[in-house]
T-cell receptor, first 120, second 114 residues
């Protein structure tokens, strides 16, 4: 069971270049999330998708766009990368909203291994 | 405004002793709390959680305590093992308010020395 898979694992960009970070989950989860982790800052939510076809901004959405391609896949796009976007990006999913999953446990999020992005 | 605070950036303990990681929160609407463990170059993995209707939850060597009046929770690891060395994140959400987003603390680096 792969869980949450992120590609690529590493990427180096030049300022102004664009790229898309891919995320896929095989747990049949409804909800998916994108976070960034910076030193001393913990995990900050960029965008999330409560269900297929919906997306919402999180705490730090500026400079990013997302696409919920289908139930499995949730991509994060940097249209014009900036050095301030150098970070480690994590995708996560949760069973929130899934039929048959009740109680607080529906809010547990499961994370991918991350994409380490450097923007020069 | 940091709603979830982990005031100790790091903690070092001896193998076999107890590790206590602390977390404070300010938002009184938070009702579900989670601890995640993160090894270098890996994603965070869920460790243990507690809802506001409880004050203690135990899973093997890991116990989480919740003090709602103080808006404080702690994670106890007994006995600590070198493999427990990792960054631990505290997270909170307001499930009963239908706010399912997790708010994370900045993390505490635990080092367990053999």
């Amino acid at each position: 069971n792969a869980g949450v898979t992120q590609t690529p694992k590493f990427q180096v960009l030049k300022t102004g270049q664009s790229m898309t970070l891919q995320c896929a989950q095989d747990m049949n989860h409804n909800s998916m999330y994108w976070y960034r982790q910076d030193p001393g800052m913990g995990l900050r939510l960029i965008y999330y998708s409560a269900s297929e076809g919906t997306t919402d901004k999180g705490e730090v959405p500026n400079g990013y766009n997302v696409s919920r391609l289908n139930k499995r896949e949730f991509s994060l796009r940097l249209e014009s990368a900036a050095p301030s976007q150098t970070s480690v990006y994590f995708c996560a999913s949760s069973p929130l909203g899934l039929a048959g999953v009740v109680g607080f446990a529906k809010n547990i999020q499961y994370f991918g291994a991350g994409t380490r992005l450097s923007v020069l | 405004d940091q709603q979830v605070k982990q005031n100790s950036p790091s903690l070092s303990v001896q193998e076999g002793r107890i590790s206590i990681l602390n977390c404070d929160y300010t938002n009184s609407m938070f009702d579900y709390f989670l601890w995640y463990k993160k090894y270098p170059a890996e994603g965070p993995t869920f460790l243990i959680s507690i809802s506001s209707i409880k004050d203690k939850n135990e899973d093997g060597r890991f116990t989480v305590f919740l003090n709602k009046s103080a808006k404080h929770l702690s994670l106890h690891i007994v006995p600590s093992q070198p493999g427990d060395s990792a960054v631990y994140f505290c997270a909170a959400s307001a499930v009963m308010s239908s706010n399912y987003k997790l708010t994370f603390g900045k993390g505490t680096l635990l080092t367990v020395n053999p």
